[in-house]
C-alpha cells in the first residue's frame, strides 16, 4: 500500500502537467492537415524557383565565362538571405510595429513554437507559423535573386552580397510590411474593431492596395532595384559593339520551366488555404503565362520575322508576374487579357524602350519584372471587378463580397506602385553608392574580358 502511495506521489505532477497541456493545446486553433500539407508543398515549389529555376534561366543567357558568377549569385543569395529572415527578417516584415516597420518581438524566431499558428484568409482558419515563416523566407530569398540580372557579367561578388545584405533590411522587409502585414480576418468582427486593425496593418495595406502574391513586394520592388544598379554599374564592355547573344538558350527554357511549375506554389501558396479560391489561383497563373507566351511569340514572330524560343521565355516569365499580384481576385478571361497584354509590352519594352533608353539590363529585370508588375498591380484593379468577371474585395465585417469600384481601387494601386518605385529606387541608389565606396561595384576591365568564373571563383563550367 506503501509502495502504492508513493508511486501516485510521483505520478501526480506529471499527470496534472499533462492535463494542463492538453487544456492549454485545447485552447488553441487546430490547423487543418490538408491546409498545412500543401503550405509544405508550395514551400518546396517556390524554392524549386530560386534553385535551380531562376539559376538555370539566369546563367543560360549569359555568356559561358559568366555562368558560374550567376549560379552563385543567385544560390548564396537565397542561403544568406534564408539566415537573415530567421534572425531578424520575419520579425521586422510580419510583427506589429508601425505602419512601414514591425517590430522586433520574433527576433531569432523568439517565441515560435511547433503549436504557434498564425491567421490565413478566412475565418477561424489557422496554419502552423513555422511553415507561414518559411513560405515567406522564400519569398524573401527569390527577390533580392531577380535582382542579378540586371547588373550580370561585371560586379564584383562581394558586392552582390553587401548590396544583398543592405537591400534585403532595408527596401524588401519594409515593403513586405507595408503591403502584407495585417491583424488577420477574426480582428474584423465590426465596423470598430476592423477600423482599429486596419490601424495597425502597413501603410500600402491600408490604403487598399491589393498585391495576392507579390507585384509590389517582389516584382516592381527587384525590378527598379535593377534598373538603378545597372545604370550605376555602367555597360558591359562591348555592350551594343559586340555578340552577347546568350551561351545555351536549353539551359533557359529548362528554368523558365522550373520557374513556371514552382509559380503554382509562389501564387496558389499564398492563399494560404486548399479550397476553391486555391483552385481559381491555380488556373489563373495558368492562363495567363500561356497567354503572355503566345503574345510575346507573335509580337517577335510580327517584328523580326522569326519566333525565338528565348523570346518565347520570357514572355512566360512576363505573364506569370503580372498576374501575381491579381490571382486571388481575377477571372479566367480576366486573366488571359492581362497574360496577352504583358506579353505583348514587355516585348516592347525589353527591345524599342531599352534601345531607345540605351541601358544595359543585361537579363531584362527592369523590362520583364518591372514593366510587367506595375501593370500587374495597376491591372488587378480591372480584372478584380465583377464586371469583368473578378471576385470582388471580400467585406470580413459584412462576411460577404462589398460594393466595387474600378476607380476608386485603381487609385489604391497607384499608391502601392508608386510607394514602391519611390522607396525601393531611393534605398537602392543609396545602397549602391554604399558598396562602391567600400569595396567598389565592379570588376576591372581585364577580369570583365576574362571572364567572372575564373577570376571571381577560380573554376569554369566548361573544359575543351
Not at 489563373?284 to 503565362?289: E, K, M, P, Q, S
Request: aromatic share 14%; hydrophobic share 55%; net charge negative.
Amino acid at each position: 500500500m506503501k509502495n502504492r502511495l508513493r508511486l501516485l506521489a510521483l505520478l501526480l505532477p506529471t499527470l496534472l502537467y499533462s492535463n494542463l497541456v492538453t487544456a492549454e493545446q485545447a485552447s488553441l486553433p487546430l490547423p487543418n492537415k490538408g491546409d498545412t500539407s500543401w503550405m509544405i508543398v508550395a514551400t518546396v515549389l517556390v524554392i524549386l524557383m530560386t534553385i535551380p529555376g531562376l539559376a538555370l534561366f539566369y546563367a543560360g543567357m549569359v555568356r559561358a565565362k559568366n555562368i558560374l558568377s550567376v549560379l552563385m549569385q543567385v544560390f548564396m543569395t537565397f542561403c544568406m538571405i534564408a539566415v537573415l529572415w530567421a534572425l531578424y527578417g520575419y520579425s521586422i516584415a510580419f510583427t506589429e510595429g508601425n505602419a512601414f516597420f514591425g517590430g522586433f518581438d520574433k527576433l531569432f524566431l523568439s517565441g515560435v513554437t511547433p503549436d504557434a499558428v498564425v491567421a490565413t484568409f478566412s475565418k477561424g482558419v489557422y496554419i502552423p507559423e513555422y511553415i507561414y515563416i518559411m513560405f515567406q523566407l522564400t519569398f524573401a530569398a527569390i527577390t533580392p535573386a531577380l535582382i542579378i540580372g540586371a547588373f550580370a557579367e561585371r560586379i564584383k561578388f562581394s558586392a552582390v552580397l553587401l548590396f544583398i545584405f543592405l537591400w534585403f533590411t532595408f527596401s524588401y522587409l519594409p515593403i513586405a510590411h507595408m503591403v502584407w502585414y495585417w491583424a488577420g480576418p477574426d480582428a474584423y468582427t465590426d465596423a470598430a474593431a476592423a477600423s482599429t486593425a486596419t490601424g495597425t496593418a502597413g501603410f500600402i495595406f491600408q490604403k487598399g492596395a491589393l498585391d495576392f502574391a507579390g507585384g509590389t513586394v517582389v516584382h516592381i520592388n527587384a525590378g527598379i532595384a535593377g534598373l538603378i544598379g545597372c545604370l550605376l554599374i555602367g555597360k558591359r564592355i562591348g555592350f551594343g559593339e559586340e555578340s552577347m547573344a546568350p551561351h545555351n538558350v536549353p539551359m533557359t527554357m529548362m528554368g523558365a520551366a522550373l520557374l513556371w511549375v514552382g509559380w503554382f506554389g509562389f501564387n496558389v501558396g499564398s492563399n494560404l488555404e486548399a479550397n476553391g479560391v486555391a483552385g481559381l489561383v491555380f488556373a489563373n497563373t495558368l492562363l495567363a503565362t500561356a497567354s503572355a507566351a503566345l503574345a510575346w511569340m507573335f509580337a517577335e514572330w510580327f517584328r523580326r520575322g522569326t519566333p525565338s524560343l528565348l523570346g518565347a521565355a520570357s514572355g512566360a516569365v512576363a505573364g506569370l508576374v503580372a498576374i501575381t499580384p491579381a490571382c486571388g481576385w481575377a477571372g479566367p478571361m480576366g486573366s488571359i487579357g492581362l497574360g496577352l497584354l504583358a506579353g505583348t509590352v514587355c516585348f516592347w519594352a525589353v527591345t524599342e524602350l531599352k534601345n531607345a533608353l540605351n541601358y544595359d539590363d543585361s537579363l531584362d529585370v527592369f523590362g520583364v519584372h518591372g514593366i510587367s508588375g506595375i501593370l500587374g498591380s495597376l491591372g488587378t484593379a480591372f480584372v478584380a471587378s465583377p464586371t469583368l468577371g473578378g471576385t470582388g474585395v471580400y467585406d470580413y465585417v459584412a462576411n460577404g463580397f462589398g460594393e466595387y469600384s474600378i476607380l476608386t481601387q485603381l487609385q489604391s494601386q497607384f499608391w502601392g506602385v508608386l510607394l514602391t518605385l519611390l522607396w525601393s529606387g531611393g534605398i537602392s541608389f543609396v545602397a549602391y553608392k554604399i558598396v562602391d565606396r567600400l569595396i567598389g561595384l565592379r570588376v576591372s576591365e581585364d577580369i570583365e574580358r576574362q571572364g567572372l568564373d575564373i577570376n571571381e571563383h577560380g573554376e569554369i563550367a566548361y573544359h575543351d
